[in-house]
């Protein structure tokens, strides 16, 4: 359905409710990789529209539609249908329409990277290390490059394996449904778990965004100290986050970002630049059936529009925020996860 179609109420609700998060990263490079387990759990099929609403109440005087918040935890696998490589490394692609490739190293260098580069000429750089990675597609349909690079000394690296594949009716939502490097999660989770809670009183995909949007900006708080030291490569570990109470910008977007895609609400992790100064951060979009993806950091509060950033929000005025981020266009995309 268009916005067109909707009511000038649900219009309203529907764009001002968009809870993308965007926060400061200071000093991380969009370089990450952390060998994804090949034993996630999967509980069910993925939906981009979300689940089956039940009725929480048996009087039928006043019922109340809530939709299902079972979690759905999408597993990566390695079925070895279609499949390239050599000694060094195996390319599993036997479920490339999911959205994702497999990718183990088999060699023994300590430090390995992977560069990946698609069809819209974006490169992608993640560390390897043994066991299978998924490596999210989500450049979409095309040709994709993809090298293995074993490091020699300092920050030289030798190429080990190159290939060119061609994907072709990869699923628009799957790499958003799916986890992934910086996405990292399964039914074991307390993230996941947490996730469930928050959704299980909303009726609808927008009530489950606000309220988990709502519960980590109430609930973590941004580490300066962990910003100003953060090294290279580095991966969000979500359970550990929602522990501590402390992270930055990856962390909130990953948090969220596991939370949403086990609610089989398509979800992108970007990672690019914002403001006048350029400054390296990470935020999340959403899929909404009714309007297709919600790509700004805009809220409605009843009365007036109003730009929202969870980390400057807790920090600095209304009016400083509004002068730092500009009307969302300050917003560029350099990466999505």
């Not at 990675?133 to 979409?140: E, H």
């Not at 807790?314 to 925020?321: A, C, G, I, M, N």
Request: hydrophobic share 35%; aromatic share 10%; charged share 20%.
């Amino acid at each position: 359905m268009k916005a067109n179609h909707l009511s000038n109420n649900r219009i309203k609700y529907i764009i001002c409710l968009i809870a993308c998060l965007s926060l400061l990263l200071c000093g991380c490079e969009a370089s990450p990789v952390v060998p994804l387990s090949d034993s996630i759990d999967s509980t069910a099929p993925a939906s981009p529209q979300g689940n089956s609403p039940n009725s929480s109440s048996s009087d039928s005087d006043d019922p109340i539609a809530y939709r299902d918040s079972t979690p759905v935890c999408l597993k990566c696998e390695a079925p070895g249908t279609s499949v390239d490589g050599n000694e060094f490394v195996a390319i599993d692609y036997s479920n490339n329409k999911d959205g994702y490739i497999m990718i183990n190293y088999l060699g023994e260098a300590a430090k390995v990277k992977l560069q990946i580069t698609g069809p819209n000429q974006v490169t992608y750089t993640y560390d390897l290390a043994k066991g299978f990675a998924a490596i999210p597609l989500t450049s979409g349909d095309g040709e994709y490059s993809i090298s293995v690079c074993e490091n020699i000394v300092d920050n030289k690296y030798s190429v080990v394996f190159a290939t060119a594949l061609t994907f072709t009716g990869i699923d628009e939502f799957g790499p958003y449904l799916y986890p992934n490097q910086y996405v990292s999660f399964d039914s074991s989770k307390k993230t996941v778990s947490k996730g469930a809670e928050l959704a299980s009183t909303c009726k609808d995909e927008l009530e489950v965004v606000t309220n988990i949007y709502n519960y980590i900006i109430s609930n973590i708080k941004y580490d300066y100290d962990k910003a100003d030291n953060v090294g290279t490569g580095y991966i969000s570990d979500v359970d550990e986050i929602l522990d501590s109470k402390t992270g930055i910008c990856l962390d909130y977007a990953a948090v969220m970002t596991s939370m949403l895609r086990t609610q089989s609400i398509p979800t992108r992790l970007e990672v690019g630049y914002v403001g006048k100064d350029m400054v390296y951060h990470a935020w999340i979009s959403v899929y909404i059936e009714e309007i297709g993806w919600l790509n700004g950091v805009i809220q409605f509060n009843g009365k007036e529009w109003s730009l929202v950033d969870p980390t400057f929000g807790s920090t600095t005025s209304e009016k400083q925020l509004k002068s730092y981020i500009g009307d969302g266009t300050n917003y560029s995309v350099k990466y999505i996860y």
